[in-house]
């Protein structure tokens, strides 16, 4: 094994910087929303790692995740309290410190495979930032259906650099961006400052991110939209009466019933039941559509056979309803279902007793067409996934409703969190996007990801707007998927070849003492 460079930080002063870069890197995304704190918390990450052994790159990169999950997620508390909180910011802590072994394995390896000029100023950046993004790609398909929560593209829906997304998607933004942060770290590492040459790698990659203009979708025109935030008491836990956020959805709805308008939309958990089951609700919906004339989108827990779903559906006047429905396809382990509940009961039997639901994920495809136009969905934190937002472009989608639910998370930064997501979503499809929420924030996003309109969070509202439409697929959707496998994959394999050429070129093997060590 070749033999590893001294850390650039003692380990003490290492632990210091991997602190204050997750706390650092929590400020770049909303509600701080600093967003070019990003490149300073992904830079502290960074030179905490350089140089450690396999044991102290563990550590280091521990302290960093857990400083920047334990903030930034700390929302979760106002669920169920510190134990969710700790447990979900524990397994990705340590997810996070397992994949800083990769790349402080990737400081060790890479320069004795390329030791020239670019080698230590491209090839090396560019491995660092391609694992940086597998590894967000792993958080966020894994263990069940992941957390893609913390993603550094995810912290630019204000910045200039968001709309190179619409390009790369987001994986392709995180890549880049910490590209930068390495290529300027090996720069200033070099100490050759005076030849602008070795600035060029940087250079190049921070022009390319603030230059390159959104891709262009076409105008297909325009959409009247109504759409309802009932702020009922649509919390788990909130006490009311029976069609109690029904009743606040309706009567949130009056001022829109003689509007013109192409349809209405109502928020994730608009209705308190089943309207599939339950004969007075179905009527209800019913008679609003008769009223207005125009299509329902509205969304409710659905009971089919012994599985229960959360699901949108599309309602019409006189037609058999639902005409149409999508279930949520990435239900949240924990809180919309408990995976492996056998074993979670025996940890802690009273808390998983408190969820009560166990929904399945659905596998219908993202999007309805609403009298001609092409609407994709996205129910809640399904607007994380990739997969679910490129599909419904895929299908047709000329406009996207995300419908959530916001209620147990009121008062904290978890709604502007996904909010700043659906933007995201916006410019990276170039798509409209109405972004609409039980309790707030509630939100019409342009494709360019300006807002349109808005009701503030925890006032019941109602938005009339004539929403953009456009059709045609960004480069994002088109080569998305392809793009994260090999920035996923492809990174990975890059590391190995790295380390086979390593040994290959005889260096010397590293003293047992040092690989193991927790010196730094």
């Given at each position: ?34 967003w070019p704190l990003a490149f300073v918390g992904v ?121 190179l997304s619409s390009w790369t998607g987001v994986s ?19 100490w050759q400052w005076r030849d602008v040459r070795t ?322």
């Amino acid at each position: 094994m070749p033999e590893r460079p001294r850390p650039l930080l003692p380990m003490w002063f290492a632990l210091m910087a991997a602190v204050a870069g997750g706390a650092v890197l929590d400020l770049a995304f909303p509600d701080i929303g600093w967003w070019p704190l990003a490149f300073v918390g992904v830079t502290l990450s960074l030179v905490s790692l350089i140089g450690r052994s396999a044991w102290g790159a563990f550590v280091v990169g521990f302290a960093f995740a857990a400083s920047f999950y334990l903030i930034h997620i700390m929302w979760i508390t106002r669920y169920l309290g510190v134990v969710p909180w700790f447990a979900l910011a524990g397994i990705e802590t340590l997810l996070s410190a397992l994949g800083a072994i990769a790349l402080c394995l990737a400081y060790r390896w890479l320069p004795r495979v390329a030791p020239g000029r670019w080698g230590r100023l491209l090839a090396l950046p560019a491995l660092i930032a391609g694992l940086w993004t597998a590894r967000e790609q792993f958080l966020g398909s894994w263990p069940y259906t992941g957390f893609p929560w913390g993603r550094i593209g995810m912290s630019q829906s204000e910045s200039p650099l968001a709309e190179l997304s619409s390009w790369t998607g987001v994986s392709g933004l995180t890549f880049l961006m910490v590209f930068l942060a390495a290529a300027v770290i090996e720069w200033a590492r070099m100490w050759q400052w005076r030849d602008v040459r070795t600035a060029v790698p940087a250079l190049v990659a921070a022009v390319l991110m603030v230059a390159v203009p959104q891709f262009p979708t076409m105008d297909a025109g325009t959409m009247r939209v109504g759409a309802v935030q009932g702020n009922g008491p649509a919390g788990y836990f909130d006490e009311r009466e029976p069609y109690a956020v029904l009743d606040a959805q309706l009567k949130a709805t009056e001022p829109l019933l003689d509007e013109d308008m192409d349809v209405l939309l109502w928020p994730e958990g608009g209705i308190d039941a089943d309207p599939t089951n339950n004969e007075s609700v179905a009527q209800v919906l019913d008679r609003l559509s008769a009223r207005i004339d125009v299509p329902l989108l509205v969304n409710a827990a659905t009971v089919r056979g012994e599985d229960v779903f959360n699901t949108s559906m599309l309602w019409q006047d006189g037609a058999d309803n639902p005409v149409a429905y999508h279930d949520k396809s990435h239900p949240v382990p924990m809180g919309e279902y408990v995976p492996d509940r056998w074993f979670y009961e025996m940890l802690a039997p009273d808390l998983i007793g408190l969820i009560q639901r166990e929904y399945t994920p659905g596998t219908n495809p993202p999007f309805f067409d609403v009298d001609g136009v092409g609407v994709g969905l996205a129910i809640c934190f399904d607007v994380i996934y990739d997969d679910v937002i490129w599909e419904g472009a895929r299908e047709g989608a000329e406009v996207y409703m995300f419908q959530t639910n916001n209620a147990d998370f009121r008062d904290t930064d978890e709604n502007l969190q996904q909010l700043a997501f659906a933007r995201m979503r916006a410019i990276e499809t170039g798509r409209a996007v109405v972004n609409l929420s039980t309790v707030g924030t509630s939100q019409v996003i342009a494709p360019d990801g300006s807002t349109i309109e808005s009701l503030p969070a925890a006032e019941a509202g109602a938005m009339l707007t004539d929403v953009p439409l456009r059709t045609g697929l960004t480069s994002a959707v088109v080569i998305g998927p392809w793009l994260q496998l090999l920035l996923g994959w492809g990174s990975l394999a890059a590391l190995v070849v790295a380390w086979v050429l390593a040994r290959r070129r005889g260096t010397a093997k590293t003293p047992a003492s040092n690989e193991a060590g927790v010196d730094g």
